[in-house]
């Protein structure tokens, strides 16, 4: 099985770098966090210049990939090969690319650290690529929390850097900002700066969210959750301004996971009408949200009846299997549009 990134990073911490890493998953935040961690702490830096290099899968095949992982190091005891973007590896998806990583993993060359950086996708984990990674190397699965783990990882994420923050604080960070923790986490980094230009004594140890509003509302960018609410609200044309800076920036805003995001969303709002008459206490149980977003929920519920949450499933099922080519040569940005169409339509 997958291990868990908190795992790794514990184990990198204490010194113990392993041939070779595969980091998959919807989450971003860990991903990148362990492969830094490897960046900046595998070799002094007097070492890096010959020994650290950097892929990126839309440049390079796997043979090339493979070739540079059996290199040795120059005058140090183990080279970096970081393959960021793997999931664009122009040949990943066929058989022999495939072979050859997964011969590799079975006997991976010690004094290498390899990385792969799969983000937004996962492998299958009953092939036998994934098994041969799992078994020989390591395979780490990065999954997105719920959102009702946020506050708690929000509390952790500040507790290390020495401050805390209010549950309002808290509620009004995960509405404006969302709960992708890449993003959460740049968005706090950004507010703290702010406190590093005080005075050390006046520091404030708690985060309030007056403080919030004043550093990071002004600077919010749109994300998956403005557009989630856009929809819920019935809101045509904020929804399509989101989706238009989403198609101006298909990079920082990649299709499958917006639609993964919608579906869950639409997901739940069958469980707002199948659950009325419980209790916001019980309701965010069932939706595994805090009890500050129910009413929000709700609200969405009341415009959207089961026949026309199905449709929107059904619709979303459409625009994920066109992200991925099956039918289909439209590009990201079309594809949502259409799809806002049918959602609103």
């Not at 990134?5 to 514990?10: A, D, F, S």
């Not at 960070?173 to 740049?186: D, H, K, M, Y």
């Amino acid at each position: 099985m997958p291990k868990k990134p908190e795992e790794i990073l514990k184990d990198l911490q204490a010194g113990k770098f392993s041939p070779f890493y595969f980091l998959m998953g919807e989450e971003a935040f860990y991903i990148d966090k362990i492969s830094d961690y490897i960046e900046e702490n595998a070799l002094e830096k007097s070492e890096r210049s010959f020994n650290q290099i950097v892929l990126y899968g839309k440049d390079i095949q796997m043979k090339d990939i493979i070739s540079q992982a059996k290199q040795f190091p120059v005058m140090a005891m183990r080279q970096v090969v970081i393959v960021k973007e793997a999931q664009e590896i122009s040949d990943f998806g066929k058989e022999e690319a495939k072979t050859q990583l997964q011969s590799y993993a079975q006997k991976a060359v010690p004094t290498t650290v390899l990385v792969f950086l799969y983000k937004h996708k996962k492998l299958a984990l009953n092939t036998k690529l994934a098994k041969a990674i799992d078994k020989h190397a390591i395979l780490v699965e990065s999954k997105p929390l719920y959102e009702n783990q946020v506050p708690a990882w929000i509390g952790n994420y500040l507790q290390q850097k020495k401050y805390r923050i209010t549950p309002d604080a808290t509620a009004w960070l995960i509405e404006n900002v969302g709960i992708e923790l890449s993003r959460l986490a740049n968005e706090i980094d950004k507010l703290l700066l702010n406190f590093g230009k005080a005075e050390a004594g006046s520091q404030p140890s708690q985060i309030t969210t007056e403080l919030v509003k004043k550093y990071i509302g002004t600077t919010k960018e749109y994300n998956v959750f403005d557009l989630q609410r856009a929809i819920a609200q019935r809101n045509s044309l904020k929804a399509h301004k989101i989706i238009n800076m989403f198609a101006a920036n298909p990079k920082d805003n990649p299709i499958i996971p917006i639609v993964s995001s919608l579906f869950g969303y639409f997901c739940k709002l069958i469980l707002i009408h199948k659950n009325q008459g419980k209790s916001n206490n019980e309701l965010a149980s069932i939706l595994k949200v805090s009890p500050f977003f129910v009413k929000d929920y709700a609200a969405a519920a009341r415009n959207y009846t089961i026949h026309k949450i199905l449709f929107v499933l059904h619709a979303l099922r459409i625009a994920d299997a066109q992200s991925k080519g099956i039918n289909s040569s439209a590009k990201d940005g079309e594809i949502l549009r259409e799809l806002a169409v049918r959602i609103l339509g």
